[in-house]
């Protein structure tokens, strides 16, 4: 982790012990005997070839656990989780609350799942001490999506025109601002024009468009490895909401989420496995005053929590229907599965929700011909989820695990944190 000369009131360093400060000399570490550098895990956190029964003879690879030896996990997501979490886990995953089958198999509609959804939301509220004013939604796509959501839902309809903030603080806050510029007008707040983001000016010093709709900001940056703790919400002109990516922080010390419009996290962080993006929402922002004409089901905070992965709306929204009103067929197929041979060499996009057939709810299998994976037919205004060029060249083809398991883990994990 990189040092800095000088660090203001509202900046804490993401690391704090011994160690970390001693590594904060270096601008690299040496971890089981290779260079690592600040914004990346260690490589063998990040996919080893070698088992860790190999492995874990290597210095600084694993430690011992309730007799138990595990992985060092350094990566910024999914985190490691408590053991004792994924015993339980382990324990109740094929008989889930002793509804006779796994909470894999669950329907995301059906009264047990939604039983422990309802656990899931007040274990977290408890933790938080989450206001009734504000609600709490457990949607997929990670933070990425809210990158997009947020400015689908507040730039439109009585806020068409207005401009969004945007307070730059490194890699994710880049991202985030990359989104927004899609649909519509953004300010950059204190942008370092080094791209470090070794410190954040004092909040009186802010420029911004003090007649936005709305001001976003990043808590925590795993990239830059800035932390702003206590922000200073004195700088933001009062009725503007706030809204916040807390994806790495959240849960870690105690925040006022009266304060916030929009406060989210991805659940790989801190509470669950990667799946959902916990987003708590105050409840008068809840309306479609201010949304935007164009608006996929996906991004839409009336939603309560949806498992589907890339749905027919998105793909609709952003793509060839738009463009080929005699273009290729699109053949939703998830009620018939793999039951029936299917020539798919027919099809421009075949598609169908996991759910059906092939695994539990959370992704969508999706077929497409390659020559249709293109920017030739793209609308401007792409959200990164709905990017088929972005998954083409992405190293992964998925952006996140079954949600249901994530909403059941990151209910107990929250029970755990409260008994401590």
Same mark, same amino acid.
């Given at each position: 982790?990189?040092?800095?000369?000088?660090?203001?009131?509202?900046?804490?360093?993401?690391?704090?012990?011994?160690?970390?400060?001693?590594?904060?000399?270096?601008?690299?570490?040496?971890?089981?005997?290779?260079?690592?550098?600040?914004?990346?895990?260690?490589?063998?956190?990040?996919?080893?070839?070698?088992?860790?029964?190999?492995?874990?003879?290597?210095?600084?690879?694993?430690?011992?656990?309730?007799?138990?030896?595990?992985?060092?996990?350094?990566? *910024?997501?999914?985190?490691?989780?408590?053991?004792?979490?994924?015993?339980?886990?382990?324990?109740?995953? +094929?008989?889930?609350?002793?509804?006779?089958?796994?909470?894999?198999?669950?329907?995301?509609?059906?009264?047990?799942?939604?039983?422990?959804?309802?656990?899931?939301?007040?274990?977290?509220?408890?933790?938080? =001490?989450?206001?009734?004013?504000?609600? +709490?939604?457990?949607?997929?796509?990670?933070?990425?999506?809210?990158?997009?959501?947020?400015?689908?839902?507040?730039?439109?309809?009585?806020?068409?025109?207005?401009? *969004?903030?945007?307070?730059?603080?490194?890699?994710?806050?880049?991202?985030?601002?990359?989104?927004?510029?899609?649909?519509?007008?953004?300010?950059?707040?204190?942008?370092?024009?080094?791209?470090?983001?070794?410190?954040?000016?004092?909040?009186?010093?802010?420029?911004?468009?003090? =007649?936005?709709?709305?001001?976003?900001?990043?808590?925590?940056?795993?990239?830059?490895?800035?932390?702003?703790?206590?922000?200073?919400?004195?700088?933001?002109?009062?009725?503007?909401?706030?809204?916040? =990516?807390?994806?790495?922080?959240?849960?870690?010390?105690?925040?006022?989420?009266?304060?916030?419009?929009?406060?989210?996290? *991805?659940?790989?962080?801190?509470?669950?496995?990667?799946?959902?993006?916990?987003?708590?929402?105050?409840?008068?922002?809840?309306?479609?005053?201010?949304?935007?004409?164009?608006?996929?089901?996906?991004?839409? +905070?009336?939603?309560?929590?949806?498992?589907?992965?890339?749905?027919?709306?998105?793909?609709?929204?952003?793509?060839?229907?738009?463009?080929?009103?005699?273009?290729?067929?699109?053949?939703?197929?998830?009620?018939?599965?793999?039951?029936?041979?299917?020539?798919?060499?027919?099809?421009?996009?075949?598609?169908?929700?996991?759910?059906?057939?092939?695994?539990?709810?959370?992704?969508?299998?999706?077929?497409?011909?390659?020559?249709?994976?293109?920017?030739?037919?793209?609308?401007?205004?792409?959200?990164?989820?709905?990017?088929?060029?972005?998954?083409?060249?992405?190293?992964?083809?998925?952006?996140?695990?079954?949600?249901?398991?994530?909403?059941?883990?990151?209910?107990?994990?929250?029970?755990?944190?409260?008994?401590?």
């Amino acid at each position: 982790f990189f040092s800095a000369a000088s660090v203001s009131s509202i900046v804490r360093p993401m690391l704090s012990s011994p160690l970390a400060r001693a590594s904060s000399r270096r601008g690299c570490a040496m971890v089981a005997g290779g260079k690592v550098h600040s914004a990346n895990a260690p490589s063998h956190v990040a996919g080893s070839t070698l088992p860790f029964s190999e492995l874990k003879k290597k210095p600084m690879t694993h430690t011992k656990h309730l007799g138990r030896d595990r992985a060092i996990n350094l990566a *910024a997501g999914a985190a490691a989780l408590p053991l004792e979490v994924l015993e339980r886990a382990a324990r109740e995953f +094929v008989d889930t609350d002793g509804t006779g089958m796994s909470v894999a198999e669950m329907g995301y509609r059906t009264k047990p799942f939604h039983a422990i959804m309802e656990r899931a939301e007040n274990g977290f509220r408890q933790l938080l =001490d989450v206001p009734d004013t504000h609600e +709490v939604h457990f949607f997929n796509g990670g933070a990425t999506l809210q990158f997009s959501a947020i400015p689908l839902n507040l730039l439109g309809g009585a806020n068409e025109g207005k401009t *969004a903030n945007y307070l730059m603080s490194g890699h994710w806050s880049e991202k985030a601002r990359k989104m927004a510029r899609m649909f519509g007008k953004v300010t950059e707040v204190a942008v370092d024009p080094k791209g470090l983001y070794f410190e954040i000016p004092e909040g009186k010093t802010w420029e911004m468009d003090r =007649d936005g709709a709305y001001f976003h900001y990043t808590s925590a940056d795993t990239r830059q490895g800035l932390e702003i703790r206590d922000f200073d919400f004195s700088a933001v002109p009062e009725g503007m909401p706030v809204c916040c =990516d807390a994806s790495a922080n959240l849960g870690s010390h105690p925040v006022d989420v009266s304060k916030y419009g929009v406060l989210y996290a *991805a659940s790989h962080k801190n509470f669950s496995t990667s799946g959902i993006c916990y987003t708590i929402i105050r409840r008068d922002l809840i309306s479609d005053r201010t949304q935007m004409k164009a608006m996929p089901t996906m991004g839409r +905070v009336e939603v309560r929590c949806l498992v589907c992965g890339l749905a027919q709306e998105l793909l609709h929204l952003g793509h060839l229907l738009h463009h080929h009103p005699q273009g290729p067929h699109f053949g939703p197929h998830s009620d018939e599965g793999h039951a029936d041979h299917v020539d798919v060499s027919k099809y421009g996009v075949l598609y169908a929700a996991s759910h059906k057939n092939f695994s539990t709810s959370g992704i969508c299998y999706t077929i497409i011909r390659r020559d249709l994976i293109s920017d030739r037919t793209q609308m401007k205004a792409m959200p990164t989820m709905c990017n088929w060029l972005t998954f083409q060249n992405a190293p992964n083809k998925i952006y996140n695990v079954p949600v249901l398991q994530s909403v059941w883990l990151g209910a107990l994990n929250t029970e755990w944190m409260i008994e401590r």
